[in-house]
Nanobody
């Protein structure tokens, strides 16, 4: 059974930083593209950042220059370093693992709350 477990969320003041972690119980972690999504109340889930199995990264325009996604295949973990946080970054952040092989493999974590407020 594949599990993605996020951690690192919390309450932070505007301008502060947080680092989210997602540990994946996937034996073939290095073959998956990983991503972070977020969903604010009343809004659709949106892609925040993604990192391919070969390390190519992509970011939403709203977080470019502030957030950094990385992965450590030895630890089956993907990270999201979030700096210069803004109130509009407040959301539940979800980890996603996906690959297309013989079939589509698409897994989600349970989410971690990030609240940016003074």
């Amino acid at each position: 059974q594949v599990q993605l477990v996020e951690s690192g969320g919390g309450l932070v003041q505007p301008g502060g930083s947080l680092r989210l972690s997602c540990v994946a119980s996937i034996s073939t972690f290095s073959t998956y593209n990983m991503a972070w999504y977020r969903q604010a109340p009343g809004k659709q889930r949106q892609l925040v950042a993604g990192i391919s199995k070969i390390g190519t990264t992509t970011y939403a325009d709203s977080v470019k220059g502030r957030f950094t996604i990385s992965r450590d295949s030895a630890k089956n973990t993907v990270y999201l370093q979030m700096n210069s946080l803004k109130p509009e970054d407040t959301a539940v952040y979800y980890c996603n693992a996906k690959k297309v092989s013989v079939g589509v493999y698409d897994y989600w974590g349970q989410g971690t709350q990030v609240t940016v407020s003074s």
